[in-house]
């Protein structure tokens, strides 16, 4: 299969939104950074080369003035709040979690306040309020208090619940974590993109693509490029910003 077949099915679904009228959306999160890196440079690139926004989920602990500073010359990158310290509290026989019931609930919540206080401190307008919990799993316990500590939005992965504050999910994730760790085959990202644009007639949802720049292999950067290009040239294609998407979540719960 031919890079140009590969991408077909994707181009044709674009085509069919231009007939209707309508237009498909996209937003991208990129998880897990903290400093300035090569990888982070390509992705800030590559990224504002074809004018896609970027929603970059910084762990706090972690992260200091340098991402600040690298962030000030990419207008299109927003930085989110990633968990504390991406620290798993989890038992060995379970999935790793951070902010799961192991700890007493409020030390937890005292973490991700003070997480998304820096985060707003070293980042001021570019920090969104929006929670993304690492490994996406996050004890439902906690969700009812998020509000309650400064928190607007909540991301995680797959199709949103309902909660108290506004979610905006990921729900195309690129890598494939439980084999090469690599980028996941081409053409079967690209079955799921377009089978998640046809799902967005009922659900509403846009296409949220999940990265993670600094494990991404080669592959994984031919792929970005690629659906950038393809969704560039199609008049029915948008990537939005996050912040739009919250606000439209906020509307639409009124």
């Given at each position: 299969?031919?890079?140009?077949?590969?991408?077909?099915?994707?181009?044709?679904?674009?085509?069919?939104?231009?007939?209707?009228?309508?237009?498909?959306?996209?937003?991208?999160?990129?998880?897990?950074?903290?400093?300035?890196?090569?990888?982070?440079?390509?992705?800030?690139?590559?990224?504002?080369?074809?004018?896609?926004?970027?929603?970059?989920?910084?762990?706090?602990?972690?992260?200091?003035?340098?991402?600040?500073?690298?962030?000030?010359?990419?207008?299109?990158?927003?930085?989110?709040?990633?968990?504390?310290?991406?620290?798993?509290?989890?038992?060995?026989?379970?999935?790793?979690?951070?902010?799961?019931?192991?700890?007493?609930?409020?030390?937890?919540?005292?973490?991700?306040?003070?997480?998304?206080?820096?985060?707003?401190?070293?980042?001021?307008?570019?920090?969104?309020p929006m929670?993304?919990?690492?490994?996406?799993?996050?004890?439902?316990g906690l969700?009812?208090?998020?509000?309650?500590?400064?928190?607007?939005?909540?991301?995680?992965?797959?199709?949103?619940?309902?909660?108290?504050?506004?979610?905006?999910?990921?729900?195309?994730?690129?890598?494939?974590?439980?084999?090469?760790?690599?980028?996941?085959?081409?053409?079967?990202?690209?079955?799921?993109?377009?089978?998640?644009?046809?799902?967005?007639?009922?659900?509403?949802?846009?296409?949220?693509?999940?990265?993670?720049?600094?494990?991404?292999?080669?592959?994984?950067?031919?792929?970005?490029?690629?659906?950038?290009?393809?969704?560039?040239?199609?008049?029915?294609?948008?990537?939005?910003?996050?912040?739009?998407?919250?606000?439209?979540?906020?509307?639409?719960?009124?």
């Amino acid at each position: 299969m031919t890079a140009d077949s590969i991408w077909q099915p994707l181009r044709e679904e674009l085509k069919r939104w231009e007939g209707t009228g309508h237009t498909a959306e996209f937003w991208l999160r990129d998880d897990d950074a903290v400093e300035p890196t090569t990888a982070l440079d390509r992705l800030l690139d590559l990224t504002g080369d074809f004018a896609v926004a970027v929603t970059l989920a910084v762990i706090p602990a972690a992260t200091d003035g340098r991402l600040a500073d690298r962030l000030s010359h990419a207008a299109h990158a927003a930085v989110a709040v990633h968990g504390w310290a991406h620290q798993n509290h989890a038992p060995m026989d379970q999935k790793k979690q951070e902010l799961g019931a192991h700890r007493p609930r409020g030390a937890v919540l005292d973490e991700l306040a003070h997480g998304l206080s820096r985060i707003i401190r070293l980042h001021g307008e570019r920090a969104v309020p929006m929670l993304v919990p690492p490994w996406n799993r996050i004890d439902p316990g906690l969700i009812d208090d998020l509000g309650s500590i400064g928190f607007t939005a909540l991301s995680v992965y797959g199709p949103p619940k309902p909660a108290p504050i506004r979610v905006v999910n990921s729900n195309v994730d690129i890598m494939d974590w439980h084999g090469t760790r690599g980028c996941r085959d081409h053409a079967l990202l690209v079955q799921e993109i377009v089978a998640r644009l046809q799902q967005r007639y009922d659900s509403g949802e846009p296409v949220g693509l999940l990265t993670h720049h600094l494990v991404h292999d080669e592959a994984t950067w031919v792929f970005l490029e690629q659906l950038f290009e393809v969704t560039g040239r199609s008049r029915a294609c948008r990537w939005l910003p996050v912040s739009m998407l919250i606000d439209r979540s906020a509307k639409g719960r009124k």
